[in-house]
Each structure stands twice: as structure tokens, then as C-alpha cells.
């Protein structure tokens, strides 16, 4: 019986030690994991810039909830979220199914699914009629 009470004694703090640290539940990417979509990315908003990739919306779960620029979202609005621009960069957003443009401004952080380069709130995208598509194939031009 002494020889459980001490090792219960030696081991309770290491346990204890043990549960209260932290999780890990995020981790930065490090350089080796990066494809060639992520150093693409630009980081700066440099007028007249290009660039080409899929967009989605987003709408109805996110309108009237915070933006990570701390702006309310409003899905009748002309913004967009972008993973690296600033946010309030300028940017004319183009499909290229049909030629229509809109202009929006970066208010928030996304898209999620790694394939897409831009969500657009639902305004933006019913102007460029990609609504119904969910996504479209895009060009972006930084504006300011």
C-alpha cells in the first residue's frame, strides 16, 4: 500500500502537469508544405496587378455576423474575402465565362477550400451572374 501512495504521489503532478497544458490545434505551414498556389498569393496590394483563379460566394450563414477586418458582413454589399490582400484593396473582379465585371473591396479572410482565390459576397456575384454556377473562373485586378 506505501509503495502506491508514493508512486500515485510521483506521478499526480506529472498527470496534472500533463492535462492542463495546451492543445496544439493550429500550425503554421512551413516552407517545405507550400505549393506553388501559395507563393503566388500576393501579400501587397500593387495597383494594376493581375491575377486568374476560381471564385465562390458567400451569403445567408455569414450576413450580419463580423468580418475579420471587424466589419459587418452584408451579402448585399460589394466586398470580398481574400486570404493575403490588405483589407479596403480595391478590386475589379472579372468572369471569364461571360465577361461581366464588378469592383469590390477586401473586408475579410478566405476562402477556405484551397482551390478557390476569392469569396465574393452574393451582390458581388449575382452582378457577374455566378450565382447559380456557385463558382466561376475569374481574373482580379488590384484597383488601389
Given amino acids: 500500500m506505501k509503495n502506491i501512495c508514493k508512486i ?18 493550429f500550425s503554421e505551414k512551413s516552407s517545405t508544405t507550400l505549393n506553388s498556389r501559395d507563393t503566388e498569393e500576393p501579400t501587397k496590394a500593387v495597383a494594376g496587378q493581375t491575377f486568374r483563379g476560381i471564385a465562390s460566394f ?19 454589399g460589394f466586398t470580398a474575402a481574400h486570404r493575403t490582400l490588405p483589407f479596403g484593396t480595391k478590386l ?36 457577374i451572374d455566378m450565382v447559380n454556377d456557385g463558382t466561376a473562373e475569374v481574373e482580379i485586378k488590384v484597383l488601389e
Fill in 58 to 76: 458567400y451569403a445567408d450563414k455569414f450576413h450580419g455576423r463580423k468580418t475579420s477586418s471587424g466589419e459587418i458582413f452584408d451579402m448585399n
Fill in 92 to 127: 475589379q473582379v472579372t468572369n471569364l465565362k461571360n465577361g461581366k465585371s464588378v469592383i469590390v473591396k477586401v473586408n475579410d479572410r478566405g476562402p477556405f477550400k484551397e482551390e478557390r482565390i476569392l469569396d465574393l459576397s452574393r451582390a458581388a456575384a449575382e452582378s
Fill in 8 to 25: 500515485l504521489l510521483i506521478i499526480s503532478p506529472v498527470l496534472l502537469a500533463v492535462a492542463c497544458s495546451p492543445a496544439v490545434r
